[in-house]
């Protein structure tokens, strides 16, 4: 007995030192996401650029001139991969306006020397505007993706052009020291909530700003597509559902390349990837997509998608005067509501909105069990998706990445960030 536990003791004990000899492997630490992988970084790489944007609010005139900072950082990996992390600084430069709402521009990225005059940047460049409805606490804003949102009837902006040009380290300088970014560090770095809170300390702000943009873009069936959901719409014919059959959830999806309308009935079909890709977090870096686009360099642009709003767990407008307290009757006490479009019968077509979630925000207590935390119980329990009211037939998920309406529509997902890869402001 004593020999059997002895061989065991010395069996574990090779094992462990097995494990902490491989464990130091490059490829270990590369599946682990260990950065001792990184062999190095190649730092201050930095360029500058100005954007200039011409807008009317509420019929003031209202001109931004905005010199960013490019910080380029190359990380090396030791098996010989690489990539470019560059960092925008303002990231997001915000003005507050008269009425006590506030204005944010969202730069494009143009860290190579791109400028409008040489042809690095669209002649039609839009970037991406939020106006947010608090100036204090920028928690909720609406964004103006499209040229649809700007001729809306809900606007209350217009567009008026944007261009890129050269800049230098003296015209940044400049630029700081005349003009203060109504964003603060302690408001654009409290996004993800209780993580932020934690990492910058008191001088975080409680209420995370709505730095996520949150929508669903509405595109029209195909034949073929059209065909796939009448075999799949439920007996009882909702308005809008979700496909229960296992393999119903991949038959709106189309492949690479095949063609997709969106719910325009004007447009033309184009090929699903050109729309597809207008709905990446990083679109905000390359500027909004245009209802009309511009050739540019060679190459057909994509056209704009159409864009809708999604409330989510806030259920409905208008927004909560006091989102901290409202965050925490909705964890406590719910309803749990994963999706909550804001269609209007399409009159909310080119906007979506920038929010927090409820369960981003601190609770002040700490749970031993942390299973038995508001925020995890709200999001384990079955939430209920919503279009102008209307509850989504089908599963309870949060969120669902498309819902279909009757056999003509589909609503496809979109998150469109306001941070950059390293930024600040």
Not at 106 to 124: Q, S, Y
């Amino acid at each position: 007995m004593k020999l059997r536990n002895a061989l065991v003791i010395s069996l574990l004990l090779a094992a462990v030192v097995v494990f902490f000899v491989v464990k130091n492997t490059p490829f270990v630490k590369a599946l682990l996401g260990n950065w001792d992988f990184v062999k190095s970084v190649d730092n201050e790489r930095g360029s500058y650029y100005r954007l200039k944007v011409r807008l009317v609010y509420n019929g003031d005139l209202q001109s931004f001139d905005i010199v960013v900072a490019c910080d380029v950082r190359q990380v090396n990996y030791m098996d010989g991969a690489r990539t470019l992390e560059v960092g925008l600084t303002p990231t997001v430069f915000g003005r507050r306006m008269a009425d006590g709402k506030a204005i944010v521009v969202r730069p494009p990225r143009a860290c190579r020397g791109e400028t409008t005059e040489n042809g690095g940047v669209p002649v039609d460049l839009l970037p991406l505007i939020v106006v947010f409805d608090d100036a204090e606490t920028l928690a909720f804003g609406t964004a103006y993706l499209t040229d649809d949102a700007f001729d809306s009837p809900l606007s209350s902006l217009k567009f008026d052009g944007a261009s890129v040009e050269s800049a230098d380290k003296a015209a940044f300088d400049r630029f700081r020291s005349e003009q203060p970014n109504l964003v603060s560090r302690s408001s654009y770095h409290t996004a993800s909530g209780p993580v932020a809170v934690k990492r910058f300390g008191t001088t975080a702000a409680r209420i995370p700003m709505g730095i996520g943009c949150f929508g669903y873009a509405r595109f029209r069936l195909t034949d073929a597509e059209r065909q796939r959901a009448a075999e799949l719409w439920p007996n009882n014919r909702p308005r809008y559902w979700l496909p229960s059959h296992p393999g119903g959830r991949d038959a709106f999806s189309p492949t690479f390349g095949e063609l997709m309308m969106t719910d325009r009935l004007y447009d033309k079909p184009t090929a699903s990837y050109n729309l597809l890709s207008q709905t990446e977090y990083g679109i905000a870096d390359f500027g909004m997509p245009r209802r009309n686009p511009v050739e540019w360099s060679g190459h057909q642009r994509p056209v704009a998608p159409s864009y809708y709003p999604d409330i989510g767990g806030w259920q409905a407008l208008p927004w909560p005067s006091d989102p901290e307290a409202r965050a925490l009757e909705l964890l406590s006490n719910g309803p749990h509501v994963g999706a909550s479009i804001d269609f209007r019968g399409g009159a909310t077509r080119g906007f979506a909105y920038c929010r927090p979630m409820p369960e981003t925000f601190p609770t002040g207590v700490e749970y031993p069990d942390p299973a038995q935390a508001p925020s995890v119980r709200y999001l384990n329990s079955p939430a209920t998706n919503y279009v102008d009211g209307v509850v989504v037939s089908g599963e309870r998920n949060s969120r669902p990445a498309a819902i279909v309406e009757r056999d003509d529509f589909i609503f496809r997902q979109f998150l469109i960030g306001l941070s950059s890869t390293r930024g600040d402001v």
